[in-house]
């Protein structure tokens, strides 16, 4: 059991709306990170939250936006959803720190069906 | 730029020994790291090298060699549960952002 939680764990939009996905960073997890997984791919990194500000981000539009909140859960925010926005969102937190190896621990995911 | 690279597919057979390769090139280095997805599933952590050599934990082991910018992980005793994808991944400089590679998808066979 991993303690990071997503919701919903699937749902179907269609084109244009918009998509709140929401995460809980395991417990004494300060780093929460966005990533976007297509079937057959491995996971494209969108954006890192740190202290509640975007730490770093990947080569998706501006459409994709996020928030972390003071206890350290998260949403991400899509907007005017394109088909290709069809995918598993997977949420991952970490421990960011001196010490810290970077391991990334990951929920269950969000799938995410645009029609 | 960062890029990663595994073969595809892999198949296998129960109680044989496969070895996943992967090539990386990151600005910078910070690690090198395998996780394992089943399908529909989260993917968990298997193994972390920041060293040259071999770590070896149970059945897994991973090899890394920096100069190279070459790694693999060894899965021996093969079962049917190991059949999964495998994820080679490399954080940035300053960890913030992780890369991952396609996965290599693994099918152990009877």
Known sequence: ?115 | GQNIDQPTEMTATEGAIVQINCTYQTSGFNGLFWYQQHAGEAPTFLSYNVLDGLEEKGRFSSFLSRSKGYSYLLLKELQMKDSASYLCAAPNTGGFKTIFGAGTRLFVKA
């Open chain 1, 1 to 115: 059991e991993t303690g990071v939680t997503q919701s919903p764990t699937h749902l179907i939009k269609t084109r244009g709306q918009q998509v709140t996905l929401r995460c809980s960073s395991q417990s004494g997890h300060n780093t929460v990170s966005w990533y976007q997984q297509a079937l057959g791919q491995g996971p494209q990194f969108i954006f890192q939250y740190y202290r509640e500000e975007e730490n770093g981000r990947g080569n998706f539009p501006p459409r994709f936006s996020g928030l972390q909140f003071p206890n350290y859960s998260s949403e991400l925010n899509v907007n005017a959803l394109e088909l290709d926005d069809s995918a598993l969102y997977l949420c991952a937190s970490s421990l960011a720190g001196r010490e810290n190896t970077g391991e990334l621990f990951f929920g269950e995911g969000s799938r995410l069906t645009v029609l």
